[in-house]
């Protein structure tokens, strides 16, 4: 990962387990939504996230968590 985007990464990341717990929805319910595995999820939504992921993940996110993606970068 590009270690000058670590904090974004981080912030989204976040803001990705917040709202999925907001939808009561467990790590597996939404790995399996967006086809990816739970180990991926969980290190996007890890406080110390080194994962990186695609706008792809993102756009699919922002549809299953019912949120505009500007939602992830304010």
Do not use: P, W
């Amino acid at each position: 990962m590009d270690f000058n985007h670590y904090d974004e990464y981080k912030k989204i990341g976040l803001k990705i387990k917040e709202l999925r717990k907001q939808k009561n929805m467990t790590q597996a319910e939404l790995a399996e939504k967006l086809d990816i595995s739970i180990s991926y999820l969980t290190k996007i939504e890890a406080k110390n996230c080194r994962k990186s992921f695609s706008l792809s993940i993102l756009f699919d996110l922002a549809e299953i968590l019912e949120v505009n993606i500007k939602y992830f970068f304010d």
